[in-house]
């Protein structure tokens, strides 16, 4: 089988097509043939050799997807050959198949399509993680939504949205505020530079946010602290493009709320996962969740889906489709 492995970390050209031996599924473990891969910004921080990824060179890219099982390890009673699966956090996903341990499985409800099954596991539970848990959105609530029209943005926007809050989205180009503006955002900030914590607090009618979820890097931070009101949350959690370096907590706006998010220190159990990723499917066949697919491409071109992705200029979630 053809899988996307680097050797080395890098630039995306480390990213090829390699033939590997076809996984088999150990005890516990479920084979299943890739549909859909995710492509996650997150990936690229992989690539690069940044963090968060146990596993050693050569290793195959890619934590997230959609697709069918073909056989089933010993001790496996959840699923059978032929189910649909959606998966997350599964190291090895840019590949036509994978096996991957039966806890970590979704299944797939007939009225999602696989792309679409791909597309929310990781934006759509992060997003939703964000907005009902980590801040539950009120209604009335204004949020400020870095990188908007992305793939976490858009979901972000809508599931802020369904909870009756407000959203200011910002991107860094023009071009993408349209999309950003389908997905429900209010306002929409085209900055790049760092640039738009005081149009964020002019239109939150003075104030300031209620919360800014933050995962655009050092150049963002200062920016989303100050659109804070008295006593807002700040949602941080993009460490790809870097944090904000150490924090002294005398110097911060005085009681607000500050923390990492991460979905999986809350979504913690098989059940919690299923019972989450159930309510994405529900809003998406009910039409109350949008998924939109910015890009799909072969599994061999995910040099060219990274190269997309980190020029800035793509929207929704990128595909790989082996
Ligand atoms: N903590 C968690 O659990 C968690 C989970 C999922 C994702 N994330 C983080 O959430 C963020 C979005 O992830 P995603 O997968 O949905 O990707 P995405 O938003 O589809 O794409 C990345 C976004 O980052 C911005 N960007 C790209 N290159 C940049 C650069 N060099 N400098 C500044 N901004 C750049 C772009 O927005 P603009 O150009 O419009 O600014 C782009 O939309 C990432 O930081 C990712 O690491 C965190």
């Given at each position: 089988m053809r899988a996307i492995v680097m050797t080395r970390a890098g630039e995306p050209e480390v990213l090829q097509a390699v033939e590997q031996p076809e996984p088999a599924p150990a005890a516990g473990h479920v084979l299943v043939d890739v549909a859909?891969?995710?492509?996650?910004?997150?990936?690229?921080?992989?690539?690069?050799?940044?963090?968060?990824?146990?596993?050693?060179?050569?290793?195959?890219?890619?934590?997230?997807?959609?697709?069918?099982?073909?056989?089933?390890?010993?001790?496996?009673?959840?699923?059978?050959?032929?189910?649909?699966?959606?998966?997350v956090y599964a190291p090895g996903s840019y590949a036509e198949r994978i096996a991957i341990p039966q806890d970590s499985l979704v299944a797939v409800p007939d009225a999602i399509d696989d792309r679409t099954a791909a597309a929310v596991m990781m934006q759509g539970l992060t997003a939703s993680h964000f907005a009902t848990d980590f801040y539950p959105v009120q209604p009335g609530d204004v949020a400020l939504v870095h990188a908007a029209a992305g793939g976490l943005g858009l979901l972000l926007t809508q599931i802020i949205k369904l909870r009756g809050g407000r959203v200011i989205g910002r991107v860094s180009s023009a071009d993408k505020v349209a999309v950003a503006r389908e997905a429900g955002a209010d306002h929409v900030i085209v900055d790049a530079d760092g640039y738009f914590a005081d149009e964020a607090i002019r239109l939150s009618g003075g104030e300031g946010v209620h919360v800014v979820y933050d995962g655009s890097g050092p150049k963002t931070f200062s920016g989303s602290l100050e659109a804070l009101r008295r006593s807002g949350t700040f949602c941080w959690y993009g460490p790809v493009l870097g944090g904000p370096g150490p924090l002294d907590i005398m110097s911060l706006p005085k009681s607000i709320k500050i923390g990492y998010a991460i979905f999986f220190d809350h979504i913690h159990t098989p059940e919690f996962l299923r019972a989450r990723a159930g309510r994405l499917f529900e809003w998406i066949a009910t039409g109350a969740l949008k998924v939109r697919i910015g890009g799909t491409y072969p599994l061999a071109d995910a040099e060219q889906a990274h190269r997309d992705m980190e020029s800035r200029t793509t929207t929704g979630k990128l595909l790989l489709l082996p």
């Amino acid at each position: 089988m053809r899988a996307i492995v680097m050797t080395r970390a890098g630039e995306p050209e480390v990213l090829q097509a390699v033939e590997q031996p076809e996984p088999a599924p150990a005890a516990g473990h479920v084979l299943v043939d890739v549909a859909a891969a995710g492509v996650n910004f997150m990936d690229t921080g992989v690539r690069r050799g940044l963090a968060w990824a146990p596993q050693p060179n050569p290793k195959v890219l890619g934590v997230e997807g959609a697709g069918r099982v073909v056989a089933v390890g010993d001790g496996v009673s959840q699923f059978q050959p032929g189910d649909r699966v959606a998966w997350v956090y599964a190291p090895g996903s840019y590949a036509e198949r994978i096996a991957i341990p039966q806890d970590s499985l979704v299944a797939v409800p007939d009225a999602i399509d696989d792309r679409t099954a791909a597309a929310v596991m990781m934006q759509g539970l992060t997003a939703s993680h964000f907005a009902t848990d980590f801040y539950p959105v009120q209604p009335g609530d204004v949020a400020l939504v870095h990188a908007a029209a992305g793939g976490l943005g858009l979901l972000l926007t809508q599931i802020i949205k369904l909870r009756g809050g407000r959203v200011i989205g910002r991107v860094s180009s023009a071009d993408k505020v349209a999309v950003a503006r389908e997905a429900g955002a209010d306002h929409v900030i085209v900055d790049a530079d760092g640039y738009f914590a005081d149009e964020a607090i002019r239109l939150s009618g003075g104030e300031g946010v209620h919360v800014v979820y933050d995962g655009s890097g050092p150049k963002t931070f200062s920016g989303s602290l100050e659109a804070l009101r008295r006593s807002g949350t700040f949602c941080w959690y993009g460490p790809v493009l870097g944090g904000p370096g150490p924090l002294d907590i005398m110097s911060l706006p005085k009681s607000i709320k500050i923390g990492y998010a991460i979905f999986f220190d809350h979504i913690h159990t098989p059940e919690f996962l299923r019972a989450r990723a159930g309510r994405l499917f529900e809003w998406i066949a009910t039409g109350a969740l949008k998924v939109r697919i910015g890009g799909t491409y072969p599994l061999a071109d995910a040099e060219q889906a990274h190269r997309d992705m980190e020029s800035r200029t793509t929207t929704g979630k990128l595909l790989l489709l082996p």
